[in-house]
């Protein structure tokens, strides 16, 4: 008989294809990998002995999929832009210097607090949306941490932007960080462009092919405001997404941050070719994106497109918390449309976990709690006053009334990395001092002004 490294006991929602929710169920866990789910009394006669996590009482859930997050620069100044900016000022006010001034050692401690915040908030894969200059530093901040996770070093062949280059310089780039980190491992590279229209034709064209000849995944950023379609009209009398059909570049394969701004024949496009869409709700209202103008996502939701949730940076989501995304986009879907009945809780969950990770193309590894698939749990205790009385329907609950505030433990590929609430492969109490430390050290490199709207005495 094979031991089991752990047996997760609670109530488990497995996402999978039925979406069957096992009362007073275990999970048992074997090199990494969900080894057996049922019955708590059936999994324990199988694997006597094995080591425990959660309780009878417990809600046992895949791990969450962030499918858009910046992991650097923004942890150091986190919530420090102002939120009462004019558009655009933002970025070149405040992003743009920052990230001159950033080193690798600043790029692995706000990467290492913010996957750690991320994983005690029950998220177990993170998608970068773009490292600027070290993407090998995040790498190893993911390492250990213990997350799963994708890398990217941005790419841009526009004059004037941090670590821009060549066509071919930026492709050389992506290939090299590719090669060190290829598809299916822990921590994988994306090809990771700016995205914008700040990439020529010849350079998305050049991403999109590395990205298929190497099975990895394109990503950049597109549309978050009406910019963008503006500029590529005026540059090639299409809206974005139709020209960049047009040029073939978009697929199963590619992964668009945002895409707010579009519309119903960017939506087909969307659908047709397959191409999924990074959703992060709380960075659309913090920065006043019109969201609600037309919320296209819940339209590309309903065509049958591919979506997963996102909580991009520290200045724009600012928590890094999948539930807390799931929520917003829920209440969103059910405003926007004044219909009660259009979106809910069940649907955002899916977005979080298997639709998620299918929309980032790691379905097969990922997503649910099924045999065979990797051992990414989250254990959420419903001991508290907030969960008493337990709804009958504990989705319903845990996206309305949850929050990570109520994750426990998180195993990732079976290694316990919280456990009560706490990180176990670093200390995060450690890295306070150096966070406050590097965080004013690189404000006064970047010459920005942070300061606080109400006074201080």
């Known amino acids: 008989m094979t031991a089991a490294d752990w047996v997760i006991l609670g109530d488990i929602v497995t996402m999978d294809a039925e979406r069957t929710i096992i009362s007073g169920g275990a999970v048992a866990v074997v090199g990494g990998v969900i080894a057996a789910v049922g019955k708590a009394g059936d999994i324990k006669a199988q694997y006597p002995g094995a080591p425990e996590r959660g309780a009878a009482s417990s809600l046992v859930v895949p791990g969450f999929i962030n499918a858009h997050q910046h992991l650097t620069a923004d942890r150091l100044m986190a919530s420090t832009i102002p939120d009462e900016l004019p558009p655009g000022a933002a970025i070149y006010e405040w992003i743009v210097p920052v990230h001159e001034h950033v080193t690798g050692d600043d790029d692995e401690l706000a990467a290492t607090l913010g996957l750690i915040e991320a994983a005690t908030n029950g998220i177990t894969t993170t998608i970068d949306a773009g490292t600027v200059a070290h993407p090998d530093r995040v790498a190893r901040a993911m390492n250990a941490v213990g997350v799963r996770g994708a890398i990217g070093r941005w790419g841009t062949d526009a004059v004037g932007l941090p670590q821009s280059g060549s066509v071919d310089e930026v492709?050389?780039?992506?290939?090299?960080?590719?090669?060190?980190?290829?598809?299916?491992?822990?921590?994988?590279?994306?090809?990771?462009?700016?995205?914008?229209?700040?990439?020529?034709?010849?350079?998305?064209?050049?991403?999109?092919?590395?990205?298929?000849?190497?099975?990895?995944?394109?990503?950049?950023?597109?549309?978050?405001?009406?910019?963008?379609?503006a500029h590529y009209r005026g540059r090639t009398g299409h809206r974005p997404l139709v020209h960049l059909n047009r040029l073939g570049v978009l697929g199963p394969r590619t992964l668009v941050g945002h895409a707010v701004h579009i519309d119903d024949a960017e939506v087909e496009t969307l659908v047709t070719t397959g191409t999924a869409v990074a959703s992060c709700p709380w960075a659309y209202l913090r920065l006043g994106q019109g969201i609600t103008e037309r919320f296209a996502h819940l339209e590309l939701w309903r065509r049958g497109g591919r979506l997963a949730l996102g909580c991009d940076t520290e200045n724009a989501g600012d928590a890094v918390d999948g539930l807390r995304a799931a929520a917003l986009f829920a209440g969103l879907a059910k405003d926007t449309s004044a219909d009660p009945t259009a979106f809910g809780a069940h649907q955002a969950f899916e977005l979080l976990t298997i639709a998620g990770a299918e929309a980032v193309g790691m379905a097969d590894r990922i997503g649910s709690l099924e045999v065979g698939k990797a051992a990414d749990l989250v254990v959420i205790d419903r001991s508290g006053v907030q969960w008493q009385p337990p709804s009958p329907d504990p989705i319903l609950q845990l996206v309305w009334a949850g929050g990570g505030r109520s994750v426990t433990d998180v195993l990732i590929a079976g290694r316990l990395v919280i456990a009560d609430g706490r990180c176990t492969t670093v200390d995060a109490g450690s890295l306070r001092d150096e966070a406050g430390r590097a965080g004013r050290r690189l404000i006064d490199r970047s010459g920005i002004r942070p300061r606080s709207r109400w006074p201080v005495r």
């Open 171 to 229: 492709i050389d780039a992506h290939r090299n960080l590719l090669e060190r980190y290829p598809p299916g491992g822990m921590v994988e590279a994306s090809v990771t462009l700016v995205g914008h229209d700040l990439m020529s034709d010849e350079l998305v064209v050049a991403a999109a092919d590395l990205a298929r000849s190497t099975a990895s995944r394109l990503s950049f950023h597109l549309s978050p405001t009406p910019d963008d379609t």
